[in-house]
């Protein structure tokens, strides 16, 4: 007998690109699972900001509501001189390399913000939103960003980036080598998968960064299906997926209710090579 819990309908829908609180996210756990159980989805991947914080209480509650879950995390990796984001499906968020790479991250990025914080205060800058911002979290860059945004000290994300590496000495491009990433990602048995490449300042992903990145590094996957893809990009990711025989993955990016969007239901079967990769059967049409 099929194992339930790893199986899902032909018609089933997903969404395998979701923030909480745990990043930048407004979703709680609780919050989350209540609207993707409303819009019908079976399957969901939680993926913070190098933190995989939310994985398990998201878990528990999915499993409860019959919403099948796969581990989720998106790396600030950099290639080619330039940040980009990884997704990692499906790892054993328990297996040694895997774990210190993902903690590693975690606490780079916490250490930065407190020195960033107190820096600010040091040098007698008023980001009196600094406090909402944080919301009694660890605090990351993304929030000291995000403050400094809301309290005119920067006009944008990048700028406000700028601010903290060149005004206050603190650099705040916190990643990873992306071949790095993928072997430890690869070590804990998960799919590695470019996020957004159609979303990338200055440039998209094109054909020619893929094949020399791929000369370089064995990624497994691209997000094709993503929200501000146009269709020519769609087309062009997932002609470039089939090409390299790379898997698919669809996701909304929603960080909270109607930020910028709500969870979406991608169809399951655009994506089965990747569920099945990460234990999860799609069951035959008919
Ligand atoms: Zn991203
Ligand atoms: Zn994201």
Known sequence: ?????????????????????????????????????????????VADHDTIDAVAPVAALAARRGIALITGVELSVRWDERQWHLLVYGADLAEPTFRALVDEQRRRHIE????????????????????????????LPIYVMDALIRDDLAPTILAANAFVTERLGIPFYIDVP??????????????????????????????????????????????????????????????????????????????????????????AAAVAPLLERCGLRLQRAG
Do not use: C, K, N
């Not at 032909?10 to 609207?35: I, N």
């Open 178 to 267: 992306l071949a790095r990433a993928v072997a430890a990602a690869h070590a804990g048995g998960g799919q590695t998968v470019l996020a957004h490449p159609g979303r990338y300042e200055p440039a998209p992903l094109g054909a020619g960064d893929l094949a020399r990145l791929l000369a370089a590094v064995p990624l497994d996957g691209l997000e094709v299906d993503y929200p501000t893809h146009t269709p020519e990009q769609r087309a062009l990711y997932a002609g470039l997926a089939d090409r390299h025989g790379l898997l698919r993955s669809a996701g909304s990016d929603s960080h909270g209710p109607g930020r910028p969007r709500d969870p979406l239901p991608y169809p």
């Open 1 to 45: 007998m099929p194992d339930a819990a790893a199986t899902l309908p032909s018609d089933a829908t997903l969404d395998l690109h979701l923030h909480t609180r745990a990043s930048d996210g407004r979703w709680t756990p609780e919050t989350l699972v209540e609207r993707v159980a409303a819009l019908g989805l079976r399957a969901i991947a």
């Open 112 to 139: 930065a913000a407190a020195r960033a914080i107190a820096a600010l205060r040091a040098g007698g800058y008023s980001v009196p939103s600094l406090d909402d911002a944080v919301g009694g979290r660890p605090p």
